[in-house]
């Protein structure tokens, strides 16, 4: 499946930005999906993910800031990311076609990443 991620920018800290992630393929409610992200000199990390049982994971980091959500109408898997902070700030992907288990989550699909920038 190819991903298209979109939404990235500059903002200030405290503000608000909407990824989306589109689908070659379409996305159902039974998808495992997630969004990570890559911060300068930092190696790639999971930000939320969601199940196919539905279950949703959030890094500790972000946990009551973010919040992932697929939209099979339009095709996305979004996250919307609230009171942003400088330690946001980064490369964030999206991965789908899960070869692990529910468990153990191992994407092996990814889309090209757009650029978060958030300053202080």
């Known amino acids: 499946v190819q991903l298209q991620a979109s939404g990235g920018g500059s903002v200030q800290a405290g503000e608000s930005l909407r990824l989306s992630c589109t689908s070659s393929?379409?996305?159902?409610?039974?998808?495992?999906m997630g969004w990570y992200r890559q911060a300068p000199g930092k190696q790639r990390e999971a930000v939320a993910t969601?199940?196919?049982?539905?279950?949703?994971n959030y890094a500790d980091a972000v946990r009551g800031r973010f919040t992932i959500s697929r939209d099979i109408v339009k095709n996305t898997l979004d996250l919307q990311m609230n009171n942003l902070k400088p330690e946001d700030t980064g490369v964030y992907y999206c991965?789908?076609?899960?070869?692990?288990?529910?468990?153990?989550?191992?994407?092996?699909?990814w889309g090209e990443g757009t650029l978060v920038t958030v300053s202080s």
């Open positions: 393929r379409r996305i159902t409610n039974g998808d495992a």
């Open positions: 969601v199940r196919s049982s539905g279950a949703i």
């Open positions: 991965a789908a076609d899960n070869i692990g288990s529910d468990l153990v989550l191992v994407f092996s699909s």
